[in-house]
């Protein structure tokens, strides 16, 4: 692959910035039509909690303008501080007394100012760390020691703490986007396989130990059979997806988000935009979700080195499969996870680590050169 030395800095790719304002637009205004009435009842005041994600935005446009303009390189060094970081922040929410929790999960800090949620920044820092991890392994990488099992370890560290919470949507989006830079820095097939087979397992034990596990599961099978309870969540959610027909109620005249659907302004954000716009609309949003990968691609074979492809395709894996298993959810084409729709759904945290994202993958396009492609050889 071709190294990045020589290529200046240029700038950005200001179309997949365009997109990413574009989906931020929509959900502000998603976030105030499926939450206005929520923040009338418990706050008695509409406006509750947009401007809460208006302050999120805010904090997250600044992290995103930063980042862009720091070269990427330097993250490479300071990934195991960063993971550090990471793991003593994930440690502390555990901390009685000191993380907050909310419906039975423990997944925030209170700070003077604002919560924030550690396990949206560990996306962020474990797709930096690997990616560097995996940038300086050559062939080492296909050997059990060298490879496979040092993986394994890292990501059973963060995504075990993460457990602890727990929150398993985060920590099979944390599996997923690893284990894809994994297999697209040359990793042996083979362990590949025996790391999906054993996940595989693992995920269904955990199923099988939590009771809420096993009633989501259920609920998905067969939400019909209890439509007032295990089922209710889905039913409502199908319901608000289909009462918005090809072109919508209208932006703003949903009636499915006056306390039908759990979280509508939250992980159910999408079906209450498609009750507001319909089929045609909500193959507008989906068509952004697809022009950002789209464009994102372009940045990973593009990238001069493997540190910076392998960056820009964590990122584009982390937003591509959250999407997907958000929606998956939604449309009861996957389980419910409760994970959020990555600039659409309300939650500041979430929000502010995805434009950081974008803000890192941006400053990879600013060094793209035409003819260098930073595609992976998988013959190393």
Partial sequence: MASSRGVESHSPDYMLLAIVGALVTVGLQGVYSASFGLGLQEYGDANYFLVRQGMWTAIGLVLLFVLMRIDYHRWK????????????????????GLGVTTYGATRWLNLPFLSVQPSEVA?????IYVSAWLAGRGERLKAVAGGILPFVLILSLVGGLVMLQPDTGTTVVMVLTTATLFFLAGANLLHLTALGLAGAGAGSLLISLAPYRLIRMESFLHPELDPQGKGFHIIQ???AMGSGGIMGRGIGESRQKFFYVPGSHTDGIFAI????VGFIGSM???ALFVALAYRSFKVVLEAPDDFGALLAAGVVCWIGYQTLINIGGITRSLPLTGIPLPFLSYGGSALAASLGAVGILLSVSRYTAKGLRGSFDRSR
């Fill in 77 to 96: 060094a300071l990934s195991p501080w960063m993971m550090l970081a990471t793991l003593g922040a994930l440690l502390v929410v555990l901390v009685p």
């Fill in 123 to 127: 996306k962020l820092t474990l797709i």
């Fill in 237 to 239: 959610l199908l319901i």
């Fill in 273 to 276: 935009l498609g009750e507001e």
């Fill in 284 to 286: 507008l949003v989906l």
